[in-house]
C-alpha cells in the first residue's frame, strides 16, 4: 500500500514536470495556444469526473457553471473597476454557492432524472445569458475582459496564460486524487456503488452529494474565470448544452474516476477539431458514437484499458520470465 | 434495546407488515423467520430508517427513532447487512470496511484534499483498524481483493465486517446464511456468537432453521405481515400456528 | 387582459403545443414501462418524423399521406436499430451507462440528422391548407385541428392496444414483472423491442403534425423531448390521461408565459416547471409515492 502511495506521487511528479517543461520545447505559439485550452478542458472535466466518476452522479449542467464563472468575472471586469482576481474568487463563489443551494433538490435525484433535471437548469442558464443583453451582451457577447496580472506580470500571451491556466489544473488534479484516497473520497465512491449501503454505514450521502457537486461548481467556475481572462472575449454559445455532452464525453472516454483519464480525454476532445477538419464537421456524430461505444466496450474508459494492457503484458512477461528459469 | 410498536406498512394495496409489536434484549440474539413474503426484509428496512412505516414506532433505548434516516441510525450504533449482497463493489475488501469506519473519523473534504497532517493520521488509525475487522471475521488474507471478485461466502462476511467497524450496539442481519455452503455456515455460527460476546445485539432473518435454532435465544414469527409467535426456540418449535404457517395450511 | 381573443390564441397554442408534448410523453413512458429505461433520445425521434417527411416530400413524387407513412416507418427503423444495436447487447450495466448510452444515442441521431439534412429550418406543409378559421377573434389553424384530431385517435388507440390487444397486455405484463412475464411465455426481448417499435412510431408521428407550424431542423429534438419528459413526469410515467394533462398543462403555462411575461424566456417557463415538478413531486401529480425497493 505504502508502494502504491509512493508510485502514485511520483507519477504525478513526472506529469508535473512534463507540464512546466512543455513550454520550453515548444515555441511556436499556436500549439501553446491549443494546450491552454487542453488545461481549461481538463479543469472542467475533472470537475465534472468529481461527479460523475467518484460520486456516480451525472450532470448535465456543468457548461452552465463554467459560463456563470465566465460571466461574472467577466461582467464584474468590463462594468465594474473590479480587479480580475477578485472577479474570479467572487464568480466561483457565486457559483459554489448556487450549486450549494439547487443541490439540495437536484441531487435527490436519480440517473435520467438527475440528467434531465441538470440539464434544464442549463438551459435556464443559458437562456438567461442570451437574454440578459444589458449585462452580458446577449448573443453577441462580452469583449474588452481585462487580463489577470500579479504585479508586473501580465497573463496576456500564451506562454505566460499557459503557465497561470496549468499551475492551477495540476493543483486540482493533485488534490482530487488525493481526495481519491481519502475517507471523503471512499464515502463519494460508496455512494456510487451502493447508496443504502453507504447510508446505513453512516454516510450522509445527500450532504456528500451536495458538496461534491458544490466543488465540482467551484472548479468549474474558475475554469471560466480562467477562461474569459485569457481569452478576453465571451459568447453564450461556449456555455451551451454541446459543452455539457463535449464534457461528458472527455470524462467517459478518459475514464470515469480517473483524473489522468479526464487529461487525456480533454486532450483528445481539444486537439482532435484543431487538427482535424472533418472532426470540426462530424463533432457531435463522433461524441455520440463515442459516448456509446465506450461505455459498452471500454467502460473504464482509455485509462482503464491502457492500465489493463500494461497488466496483460507485465503478466505475459512475468509469464515468460518463469517459463525461462 | 430495541422496541417495534405497533408496525404497519402498506405498499400501495398490499399490506406487508400488520400491527407488528415485540422487543429486543440487549445482548441478546433474536430470530426473525416466516414464509416469503412475510414482511422479513420490510420489517428491517423500516428499523433501518430506508422505509417510512405506514403506523408506528421504533424505539433504540429510549429514544423514538420512528423517522430517523440510515446514516443517523449509524451513528447511534444500529447497523444492518443486507439480504442481496449490497457491496461497494468497485473498492477494495480494506476499502469497504474502512468506509464502516466513517463515523468513526472526522476528516472533512478540505483536509482530505489538502492531505492535512490531520488526516494523514487518522488515515492510518482508519486503516488499522479496518485491517482488525477483517481479522476479526477471518478476511484479512483477502485485504486487497477487488470487492465484485469476491466470492459469495465470502461477501456476506465482508458484510459483516463492514457493518462491526461502526461498532454497532445492535445489529441486524438480513439472511447471512443464504447461499452459504454447510461448512460456511458453521464458521458463521461462530462468528455471531463472537459478535454476541462483544456485548452487540444480534436480531438474525434466516430461513436456515437449524442455525436460527442453534444460535437464537429467542424467535419472532412473521407470516403474511403479521406476528404469529415469540419465544423460545423450543417454544416456537412446538406452536401449532407457526407449523400450520410452515406447513401451507390456513 | 384587456384582449380576450388573443387569451383564446395563447390557450390553443398551447393546447396544441401540449398536446404534441402528451404524444411524446407517451413514447417515454412505453420505453420506460417496457425496460426501466428514460429514452433520452425520443425528442430525436420526434425531429426524425418531421425531418424524414420534409426530405421524403423533395425526392419523391408522391402524395403527403404516403411521405408520413414512409417516414414513420423509416423513424421506426432507427428505434428498432437503436434497440438492437445499443440497447439487447447490455447486459448487468449500470443504471448510469444507460443514461450515458441513451445520451450518446440522441447526440449522434442529430449529429447524423444534421450532416444529412444540413441546419437549415425547414417547413412541412400544412395537412389541408393554411386557410385559418375564426373562433372568438382568435385565428385557427387547421392544422390545430389535425394536430387535436390525431392526438385524440392516438391517445385512444393507445388506450385500446395496451387495454385489450393481446400484445399489448403483454407489454403491461413485461412492465410489471419481466421475470414473471418470461415464466408465462411472453418474448421479453419482443417486448422490449416493441416498446422501442411503438414509442418510435408515436413520436415521429408528433414530429410530423407539428412541423407545419413550428418548423423543423436537425435539432428540435433536444427541447421537444425534454417537454414531452416533463408531461410524462407530471403524468408520473404513464401513458395515461395523467400524461395527456401533464402536457396540455405545461403547453398551456408555457404559452401564457410566453404571451404575458416574455416570449424571449418560453423555453425557460418549461424547464422551471420541470425543475419544480422534479424537486417537489418527482413521482408525478397523479400518482401516489412508491417506495423504492432495497
Ligand atoms: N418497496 C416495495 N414496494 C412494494 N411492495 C414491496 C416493497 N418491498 C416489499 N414489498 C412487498 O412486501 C411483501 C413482503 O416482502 P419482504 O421482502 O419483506 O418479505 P421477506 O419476508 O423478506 O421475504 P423473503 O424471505 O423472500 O426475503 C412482499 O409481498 C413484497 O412484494
Ligand atoms: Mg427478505
Same mark, same amino acid.
Given at each position: 500500500?505504502?508502494?502504491?502511495?509512493?508510485?502514485?506521487?511520483?507519477?504525478?511528479?513526472?506529469?508535473?514536470?512534463?507540464?512546466?517543461?512543455?513550454?520550453?520545447?515548444?515555441?511556436?505559439?499556436?500549439?501553446?495556444?491549443?494546450?491552454?485550452?487542453?488545461?481549461?478542458?481538463?479543469?472542467?472535466?475533472?470537475?465534472?469526473?468529481?461527479?460523475?466518476?467518484?460520486?456516480?452522479?451525472?450532470?448535465?449542467?456543468?457548461?452552465?457553471?463554467?459560463?456563470?464563472?465566465?460571466?461574472?468575472?467577466?461582467?464584474?471586469?468590463?462594468?465594474?473597476?473590479?480587479?480580475?482576481?477578485?472577479?474570479?474568487?467572487?464568480?466561483?463563489?457565486?457559483?459554489?454557492?448556487?450549486?450549494?443551494?439547487?443541490?439540495?433538490?437536484?441531487?435527490?435525484?436519480?440517473?435520467?432524472?438527475?440528467?434531465?433535471?441538470?440539464?434544464?437548469?442549463?438551459?435556464?442558464?443559458?437562456?438567461?445569458?442570451?437574454?440578459?443583453?444589458?449585462?452580458?451582451?446577449?448573443?453577441?457577447?462580452?469583449?474588452?475582459?481585462?487580463?489577470?496580472?500579479?504585479?508586473?506580470?501580465?497573463?496576456?500571451?500564451?506562454?505566460?496564460?499557459?503557465?497561470?491556466?496549468?499551475?492551477?489544473?495540476?493543483?486540482?488534479?493533485?488534490?482530487?486524487?488525493?481526495?481519491?484516497?481519502?475517507?471523503?473520497?471512499?464515502?463519494?465512491?460508496?455512494?456510487?456503488?451502493?447508496?443504502?449501503?453507504?447510508?446505513?454505514?453512516?454516510?450522509?450521502?445527500?450532504?456528500?452529494?451536495?458538496?461534491?457537486?458544490?466543488?465540482?461548481?467551484?472548479?468549474?467556475?474558475?475554469?471560466?474565470?480562467?477562461?474569459?481572462?485569457?481569452?478576453?472575449?465571451?459568447?453564450?454559445?461556449?456555455?451551451?448544452?454541446?459543452?455539457?455532452?463535449?464534457?461528458?464525453?472527455?470524462?467517459?472516454?478518459?475514464?470515469?474516476?480517473?483524473?489522468?483519464?479526464?487529461?487525456?480525454?480533454?486532450?483528445?476532445?481539444?486537439?482532435?477539431?484543431?487538427?482535424?477538419?472533418?472532426?470540426?464537421?462530424?463533432?457531435?456524430?463522433?461524441?455520440?458514437?463515442?459516448?456509446?461505444?465506450?461505455?459498452?466496450?471500454?467502460?473504464?474508459?482509455?485509462?482503464?484499458?491502457?492500465?489493463?494492457?500494461?497488466?496483460?503484458?507485465?503478466?505475459?512477461?512475468?509469464?515468460?520470465?518463469?517459463?525461462?528459469? | 434495546?430495541?422496541?417495534?410498536?405497533?408496525?404497519?406498512?402498506?405498499?400501495?394495496?398490499?399490506?406487508?407488515?400488520?400491527?407488528?409489536?415485540?422487543?429486543?434484549?440487549?445482548?441478546?440474539?433474536?430470530?426473525?423467520?416466516?414464509?416469503?413474503?412475510?414482511?422479513?426484509?420490510?420489517?428491517?428496512?423500516?428499523?433501518?430508517?430506508?422505509?417510512?412505516?405506514?403506523?408506528?414506532?421504533?424505539?433504540?433505548?429510549?429514544?423514538?427513532?420512528?423517522?430517523?434516516?440510515?446514516?443517523?441510525?449509524?451513528?447511534?450504533?444500529?447497523?444492518?447487512?443486507?439480504?442481496?449482497?449490497?457491496?461497494?463493489?468497485?473498492?477494495?475488501?480494506?476499502?469497504?470496511?474502512?468506509?464502516?469506519?466513517?463515523?468513526?473519523?472526522?476528516?472533512?473534504?478540505?483536509?482530505?484534499?489538502?492531505?492535512?497532517?490531520?488526516?494523514?493520521?487518522?488515515?492510518?488509525?482508519?486503516?488499522?483498524?479496518?485491517?482488525?475487522?477483517?481479522?476479526?471475521?477471518?478476511?484479512?488474507?483477502?485485504?486487497?481483493?477487488?470487492?465484485?471478485?469476491?466470492?459469495?461466502?465470502?461477501?456476506?462476511?465482508?458484510?459483516?465486517?463492514?457493518?462491526?467497524?461502526?461498532?454497532?450496539?445492535?445489529?441486524?442481519?438480513?439472511?447471512?446464511?443464504?447461499?452459504?455452503?454447510?461448512?460456511?455456515?458453521?464458521?458463521?455460527?461462530?462468528?455471531?456468537?463472537?459478535?454476541?460476546?462483544?456485548?452487540?445485539?444480534?436480531?438474525?432473518?434466516?430461513?436456515?432453521?437449524?442455525?436460527?435454532?442453534?444460535?437464537?435465544?429467542?424467535?419472532?414469527?412473521?407470516?403474511?405481515?403479521?406476528?404469529?409467535?415469540?419465544?423460545?426456540?423450543?417454544?416456537?418449535?412446538?406452536?401449532?400456528?407457526?407449523?400450520?404457517?410452515?406447513?401451507?395450511?390456513? | 387582459?384587456?384582449?380576450?381573443?388573443?387569451?383564446?390564441?395563447?390557450?390553443?397554442?398551447?393546447?396544441?403545443?401540449?398536446?404534441?408534448?402528451?404524444?411524446?410523453?407517451?413514447?417515454?413512458?412505453?420505453?420506460?414501462?417496457?425496460?426501466?429505461?428514460?429514452?433520452?433520445?425520443?425528442?430525436?425521434?420526434?425531429?426524425?418524423?418531421?425531418?424524414?417527411?420534409?426530405?421524403? /416530400?423533395?425526392?419523391?413524387?408522391?402524395?403527403?399521406?404516403?411521405?408520413?407513412?414512409?417516414?414513420?416507418?423509416?423513424?421506426?427503423?432507427?428505434?428498432?436499430?437503436?434497440?438492437? /444495436?445499443?440497447?439487447?447487447?447490455?447486459?448487468?450495466?449500470?443504471?448510469?451507462?444507460?443514461?450515458?448510452?441513451?445520451?450518446?444515442?440522441?447526440?449522434?441521431?442529430?449529429?447524423?440528422?444534421?450532416?444529412?439534412?444540413?441546419?437549415?429550418?425547414?417547413?412541412?406543409?400544412?395537412?389541408?391548407?393554411?386557410?385559418?378559421?375564426?373562433?372568438?377573434?382568435?385565428?385557427?389553424?387547421?392544422?390545430?385541428?389535425?394536430?387535436?384530431?390525431?392526438?385524440?385517435?392516438?391517445?385512444?388507440?393507445?388506450?385500446?392496444?395496451?387495454?385489450?390487444?393481446?400484445?399489448?397486455?403483454?407489454?403491461?405484463?413485461?412492465?410489471?414483472?419481466?421475470?414473471?412475464?418470461?415464466?408465462?411465455?411472453?418474448?421479453?426481448?419482443?417486448?422490449?423491442? /416493441?416498446?422501442?417499435?411503438?414509442?418510435?412510431?408515436?413520436?415521429?408521428?408528433?414530429?410530423?403534425?407539428?412541423?407545419?407550424?413550428?418548423?423543423?431542423?436537425?435539432?428540435?429534438?433536444?427541447?421537444?423531448?425534454?417537454?414531452?419528459?416533463?408531461?410524462?413526469?407530471?403524468?408520473?410515467?404513464?401513458?395515461?390521461?395523467?400524461?395527456?394533462?401533464?402536457?396540455?398543462?405545461?403547453?398551456?403555462?408555457?404559452?401564457?408565459?410566453?404571451?404575458?411575461?416574455?416570449?424571449?424566456?418560453?423555453?425557460?417557463?418549461?424547464?422551471?416547471?420541470?425543475?419544480?415538478?422534479?424537486?417537489?413531486?418527482?413521482?408525478?401529480?397523479?400518482?401516489?409515492?412508491?417506495?423504492?425497493?432495497?
Amino acid at each position: 500500500m505504502m508502494i502504491k502511495e509512493k508510485r502514485q506521487i511520483f507519477i504525478f511528479l513526472l506529469f508535473a514536470l512534463v507540464v512546466l517543461l512543455v513550454p520550453i520545447f515548444l515555441k511556436g505559439s499556436y500549439f501553446l495556444n491549443v494546450l491552454v485550452f487542453i488545461g481549461i478542458n481538463t479543469l472542467l472535466a475533472v470537475a465534472l469526473n468529481l461527479l460523475l466518476g467518484y460520486a456516480g452522479q451525472i450532470s448535465l449542467g456543468q457548461a452552465a457553471f463554467f459560463g456563470l464563472g465566465a460571466y461574472i468575472s467577466g461582467i464584474l471586469t468590463t462594468r465594474f473597476p473590479v480587479d480580475p482576481w477578485l472577479a474570479l474568487v467572487v464568480a466561483a463563489g457565486c457559483a459554489s454557492v448556487l450549486a450549494f443551494v439547487i443541490g439540495f433538490p437536484i441531487l435527490k435525484l436519480k440517473g435520467h432524472y438527475l440528467a434531465m433535471a441538470t440539464l434544464g437548469f442549463g438551459i435556464i442558464v443559458y437562456i438567461i445569458f442570451n437574454e440578459t443583453v444589458d449585462w452580458t451582451g446577449g448573443p453577441s457577447g462580452l469583449s474588452g475582459i481585462p487580463n489577470l496580472r500579479l504585479g508586473p506580470f501580465v497573463f496576456d500571451n500564451d506562454r505566460n496564460n499557459y503557465y497561470l491556466v496549468w499551475m492551477m489544473t495540476l493543483g486540482v488534479m493533485l488534490l482530487s486524487i488525493n481526495l481519491s484516497q481519502s475517507r471523503i473520497g471512499r464515502a463519494l465512491r460508496a455512494i456510487n456503488d451502493s447508496e443504502v449501503a453507504a447510508r446505513v454505514m453512516g454516510v450522509n450521502a445527500r450532504m456528500m452529494k451536495v458538496q461534491i457537486f458544490t466543488v465540482s461548481a467551484f472548479v468549474s467556475a474558475i475554469a471560466g474565470s480562467l477562461y474569459a481572462h485569457t481569452i478576453t472575449f465571451i459568447s453564450p454559445a461556449s456555455f451551451g448544452f454541446n459543452f455539457s455532452v463535449e464534457l461528458l464525453t472527455m470524462v467517459i472516454i478518459g475514464g470515469l474516476g480517473s483524473i489522468y483519464g479526464s487529461f487525456l480525454g480533454a486532450t483528445i476532445l481539444t486537439m482532435l477539431p484543431e487538427f482535424l477538419r472533418v472532426f470540426r464537421d462530424f463533432d457531435i456524430v463522433i461524441y455520440g458514437l463515442m459516448l456509446i461505444l465506450i461505455t459498452m466496450f471500454m467502460p473504464a474508459g482509455l485509462i482503464g484499458g491502457i492500465e489493463m494492457s500494461i497488466k496483460i503484458i507485465a503478466e505475459k512477461i512475468k509469464g515468460s520470465a518463469e517459463n525461462n528459469a | 434495546m430495541l422496541k417495534v410498536e405497533s408496525i404497519t406498512q402498506i405498499f400501495g394495496g398490499l399490506t406487508a407488515l400488520e400491527n407488528v409489536s415485540f422487543s429486543v434484549a440487549p445482548h441478546s440474539i433474536t430470530g426473525v423467520i416466516g414464509p416469503n413474503g412475510a414482511g422479513k426484509t420490510t420489517l428491517f428496512n423500516i428499523v433501518t430508517g430506508l422505509y417510512t412505516q405506514t403506523e408506528g414506532k421504533v424505539y433504540l433505548g429510549d429514544k423514538n427513532i420512528s423517522f430517523f434516516e440510515p446514516e443517523v441510525l449509524a451513528r447511534l450504533g444500529l447497523v444492518r447487512t443486507f439480504q442481496n449482497v449490497e457491496l461497494f463493489g468497485q473498492m477494495s475488501v480494506l476499502e469497504n470496511v474502512m468506509v464502516g469506519l466513517h463515523t468513526k473519523s472526522k476528516s472533512g473534504i478540505f483536509s482530505c484534499a489538502f492531505k492535512l497532517p490531520g488526516q494523514i493520521k487518522e488515515e492510518k488509525r482508519i486503516k488499522e483498524k479496518a485491517y482488525q475487522w477483517l481479522e476479526f471475521t477471518g478476511l484479512a488474507d483477502s485485504a486487497d481483493v477487488t470487492a465484485c471478485n469476491l466470492p459469495f461466502g465470502k461477501g456476506r462476511l465482508l458484510e459483516i465486517s463492514r457493518a462491526m467497524a461502526v461498532e454497532p450496539q445492535i445489529i441486524l442481519m438480513d439472511e447471512p446464511a443464504a447461499g452459504l455452503n454447510s461448512r460456511e455456515t458453521a464458521g458463521l455460527a461462530g462468528l455471531i456468537r463472537k459478535i454476541q460476546e462483544l456485548g452487540v445485539t444480534i436480531v438474525l432473518v434466516e430461513h436456515d432453521m437449524e442455525l436460527v435454532m442453534d444460535v437464537c435465544e429467542s424467535i419472532i414469527v412473521l407470516n403474511l405481515g403479521k406476528k404469529l409467535a415469540h419465544g423460545t426456540p423450543r417454544e416456537i418449535q412446538e406452536n401449532k400456528a407457526v407449523i400450520a404457517a410452515y406447513l401451507g395450511e390456513d | 387582459m384587456d384582449n380576450p381573443s388573443q387569451l383564446v390564441q395563447y390557450i390553443l397554442t398551447g393546447l396544441s403545443n401540449g398536446a404534441i408534448y402528451a404524444l411524446i410523453g407517451f413514447g417515454f413512458a412505453i420505453i420506460h414501462n417496457a425496460t426501466g429505461i428514460l429514452n433520452f433520445a425520443q425528442g430525436e425521434f420526434v425531429m426524425l418524423g418531421g425531418m424524414f417527411t420534409i426530405f421524403i /416530400l423533395s425526392f419523391l413524387n408522391i402524395p403527403l399521406p404516403m411521405a408520413i407513412v414512409l417516414a414513420i416507418a423509416f423513424s421506426t427503423l432507427v428505434g428498432i436499430l437503436f434497440e438492437r /444495436l445499443a440497447i439487447r447487447p447490455l447486459k448487468n450495466v449500470k443504471p448510469l451507462s444507460l443514461v450515458i448510452i441513451t445520451i450518446g444515442a440522441s447526440i449522434f441521431i442529430r449529429g447524423a440528422a444534421m450532416l444529412i439534412w444540413g441546419k437549415d429550418t425547414h417547413a412541412l406543409p400544412a395537412f389541408s391548407g393554411n386557410e385559418p378559421l375564426y373562433v372568438y377573434g382568435a385565428t385557427i389553424m387547421p392544422q390545430h385541428l389535425w394536430i387535436f384530431g390525431i392526438t385524440i385517435l392516438i391517445i385512444i388507440a393507445n388506450k385500446l392496444f395496451f387495454s385489450y390487444s393481446i400484445l399489448g397486455k403483454a407489454m403491461r405484463a413485461c412492465a410489471y414483472n419481466a421475470y414473471a412475464a418470461s415464466l408465462v411465455g411472453i418474448d421479453v426481448k419482443i417486448m422490449v423491442l /416493441l416498446s422501442f417499435v411503438v414509442s418510435a412510431a408515436i413520436g415521429s408521428m408528433a414530429g410530423i403534425i407539428i412541423a407545419p407550424l413550428t418548423m423543423t431542423s436537425y435539432d428540435v429534438g433536444i427541447m421537444l423531448g425534454i417537454k414531452g419528459f416533463c408531461a410524462v413526469i407530471i403524468g408520473g410515467m404513464s401513458s395515461g390521461l395523467g400524461t395527456v394533462l401533464g402536457g396540455l398543462l405545461l403547453g398551456l403555462l408555457e404559452s401564457l408565459g410566453a404571451g404575458y411575461i416574455s416570449a424571449s424566456y418560453k423555453d425557460a417557463f418549461a424547464f422551471i416547471i420541470l425543475l419544480l415538478i422534479l424537486f417537489i413531486r418527482p413521482e408525478g401529480l397523479f400518482k401516489q409515492k412508491e417506495t423504492q425497493r432495497v
